[in-house]
């Protein structure tokens, strides 16, 4: 029983860590779009930045201490991350430089929204596993299964991000009068 509740607790740190992260994701296409000015968008992404860093060493601290060692190491890159930029002070969105950075800014959130979402089903599939499989060939199969699962759906995610990116590229080039190339 107590496995459950350390599962429903880090399921519900990882749906407030993609909420986070995909606010974040939401001010900086606010921002490219122009539909808020560089300040406001520089202060909503930097008033949780901190709350997304607490939450994410929170996480990673829960599974270490109640001993699940393989999802700690999973959590451990992106802590690494977090804290390796904090040390710097590079943590914080500056407004002058919001729109030079914005580029790489929105791919740094893309990239921890795929991770955050690679954590999440590892976390369903850690009590999937952990409540049926008593065989090691019945946890086999899940284990091969789960992958090519995981596999497909961050592949099809993959493209359809891709498409959307190229199709905006173009719509917006078209709009512009400019030629692609």
């Known amino acids: 029983m107590g496995d459950l509740y350390v599962w429903l607790i880090s399921f519900f740190f990882l749906i407030a860590l993609l909420a986070l992260v995909v606010f974040q994701l939401m001010c900086l296409a606010d921002l490219e779009f122009d539909y808020i000015n560089p300040y406001d968008s520089s202060t909503?992404?930097?008033?949780?930045?901190l709350p997304e860093?607490?939450?994410?060493?929170?996480?990673?601290?829960?599974?270490?201490?109640?001993?699940?060692?393989?999802?700690?190491?999973?959590?451990?890159?992106?802590?690494?991350y977090n804290v390796k930029l904090y040390m710097r002070k590079?943590?914080?969105?500056?407004?002058?430089?919001?729109?030079n950075m914005l580029h790489k800014e929105k791919k740094i959130r893309l990239f921890k929204l795929f991770y955050l979402v690679f954590l999440l089903f590892?976390?369903?599939?850690?009590?999937?596993?952990?409540d049926?499989?008593?065989?090691?060939?019945?946890?086999?199969?899940?284990?091969?299964?789960?992958?090519?699962?995981?596999?497909?759906?961050?592949?099809i995610c993959c493209r359809m991000i891709l498409t959307a990116l190229e199709d905006?590229?173009?719509k917006q080039s078209v709009f512009m009068g400019c030629r692609l190339e």
Not at 44 to 49: E, Q
Not at 122 to 130: E, P, T, V
Not at 142 to 148: D, E, N, Q, R, S
């Open 122 to 130: 590892l976390s369903i599939f850690w009590y999937g596993c952990s």
């Open 44 to 49: 909503r992404i930097n008033r949780v930045i």
């Open 168 to 170: 905006h590229e173009f």
């Open 90 to 99: 590079n943590h914080l969105v500056d407004v002058t430089e919001i729109f």
């Open 132 to 155: 049926g499989c008593t065989s090691s060939l019945n946890y086999s199969f899940l284990y091969v299964h789960y992958c090519l699962v995981t596999f497909s759906c961050s592949y």
């Open 53 to 80: 860093y607490i939450t994410e060493g929170v996480l990673c601290a829960l599974f270490l201490i109640t001993g699940h060692w393989c999802m700690s190491l999973f959590c451990g890159p992106y802590l690494y």
